[in-house]
């Protein structure tokens, strides 16, 4: 069974475009969408609405900075305090390229910090990348199950 992808964001115009882009790099993993950090820490820690969800990490975290209720930046340090998420792969997708948000997410244990590019074509290529890369290629820690791709 594939490991889904966990998008955590909360602006619509950016949620749309990154599942078209994850649509069009024609993986097979499922997207698992939640709107704020503490719905993202609720389904990580199976917790709240997530209490029933189906044990196992997602494959990849594309998580957002500016998050209403908990920001981005809690959620990397809740999710790298905590053994049984610590290996899960975080790629930082956001707007934000103030230096100290860079220096910060990485400090805190993120994979890989990328910002959103304004122009269409870039940001579906971007999130293409990143979805084939985190989703497919990286060679997860020992003892967790690999996602694969389905060739079509």
């Known amino acids: 069974m594939l490991k889904p992808i966990l998008l955590v964001e909360d602006d619509k115009r950016d949620l749309e475009l990154t599942l078209v882009a994850l649509e069009r790099s024609q993986l097979a993993n499922d997207v698992v969408v939640v709107r704020d950090g503490a719905l993202a820490l609720d389904y990580l820690l199976r917790e709240g609405q997530h209490a029933d969800r189906i ?3 997602p494959a990849v975290i594309l998580l957002d ?3 209403p209720k908990v920001n981005g930046l809690e959620v990397l340090r809740v999710v790298r305090s905590t053994p049984a998420l610590r290996s899960i792969p975080v790629v930082m997708l956001t707007s934000s390229q103030e230096e100290s ?3 910060k997410s ?3 244990g993120v994979n890989a910090y990328v910002v959103k590019p304004v122009d269409f ?5 971007a999130i293409a990348d990143l979805g084939v890369f985190w989703a497919v290629l990286n060679e997860p820690p020992p003892g967790s199950t690999k996602a694969s791709r389905r060739y079509e």
């Open 101 to 103: 948000d860079v220096l």
């Open 121 to 125: 074509k870039q940001f579906v290529a």
């Open 65 to 67: 900075l500016k998050l």
């Open 55 to 57: 044990e196992g990490n």
């Open 106 to 108: 990485y400090e805190l």
